[in-house]
């Protein structure tokens, strides 16, 4: 993030409202290492931060209006006054920081008003938080101008409130943590039952590999019914197996467990993902303690089975990443985040990432579909202040 970027976006804020801000803040998109699908069952993730982020120049109010610019979409500055802002009441993109500020009052912080300019460089819609980005930095803004003291954990928990009750999206809460609490050079081990957190050292290119991110441009299309469907089938199994969440049922315990759901094919599937999914997270962290690196790529690649077969999220972009990325000699690959289109990740060595991404591109094209996006993902900071 350079300076050139916060004077850039405080002139623009300058060119909207007339006056300075009192502050520029940027907060990133997320990839997932592993643990997908298993933050709303209580479950383990393993995300860490991309240098792609959202940044918001943003100035204190006192009358109880909140105005909303974004340089990345057409329209000018939207105005809400902040007594009428309701759940649901929002499509736009302006439901996402409009949410944040409802989320921090209703939980009784005194806010009374802002003006904000956004700028994002996190792509939308290709699976990497675009949207729990923009909410992080507002919140994050926010503490700091009304002097809040709230820590990053507790800033992601009123960012899913926001999402989840202003947005209306059921997710969990990985992605807003990672952009609140990730750090340089490290994946951000998560309890989401708790967000008790560590952070695991992950520096690929000290160890000669890389980490790609190719971004298949299938926009998550349905994902919201389709996500919403698989945390009812969890929660359903959950109740069906008597315990509070899938996060209750140990590994060790799961063939058990799948027998007392013998009737139940589709909930069988779903509590199967997570419960291995779960062990798989904790195999990583051992893996990457014990500076095994290159041993994770095959459990990386299990992920993506288990989301293909079990979970059924998947969709032939992501997997022709995956067999193409595999078959050109990539030490694992999988999906990451919520499903249904998005981005895919490869571990690979460093040599070999220009014969891997030339090998994606053509399969893509030999299967006309539209080119990838691929680039590199450098484990990076989390939300901070920048001017
Ligand atoms: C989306 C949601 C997250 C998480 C992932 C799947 O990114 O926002 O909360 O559930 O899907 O792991």
Known sequence: MSEAVAVAVAERFRELYGAD??????????????GEHT?????????????????????????????????????????????????????NWTAYPA????????AGHDVTGADVHLTSSVPTGAGLSSSAALEVVVALALNDLYALDLEGRQLARLCQRA??????????????TASACCETG??????TRDLSQRQIPFDLAAEGMRLLVVD????HAHSDGEYGKRRAGCEKGAALLGVDALRDVPFDGLAAAL???????????????????????ERVVSLLEEGDTRAIGPVLTEGHASLRDDFRISCPELDLVVDTALSAGALGARMTGGGFGGSAIVLAQA?????????????FAAAGFTAPRVFEAVPSAGARRIS
């Open 21 to 34: 801000p009192d502050g520029v803040w940027a907060a990133p998109g997320r990839v997932n290492l592993i």
């Open 39 to 91: 933050d709303y069952n209580d479950g383990f993730v393993m995300p860490f931060a991309l240098p792609h982020v959202a940044v918001a120049a943003v100035a204190r109010r006192a009358d109880g209006v909140l105005r909303l610019h974004s340089a990345d979409i057409e329209g000018g500055v939207v105005e809400l006054r902040l007594d009428e802002l309701a759940p649901q009441s929002d499509r």
């Open 99 to 106: 949410g944040v500020v409802w989320a921090l009052r209703d």
């Open 163 to 176: 999402e989840n009750v202003y947005v209306g999206a059921p997710t969990g809460i990985m992605d807003q």
């Open 186 to 191: 490290h994946a951000l081990f998560l309890d």
């Open 216 to 219: 298949t441009r299938v926009k």
């Open 259 to 281: 027998e007392r759901l013998a009737d139940e094919e589709e909930v069988r599937r779903l509590v199967r993902h997570v419960v291995t999914e779960d062990e798989r997270v």
């Open 351 to 363: 040599a070999d990432v220009d014969t891997l991404t030339k090998a994606v591109e053509e399969a």
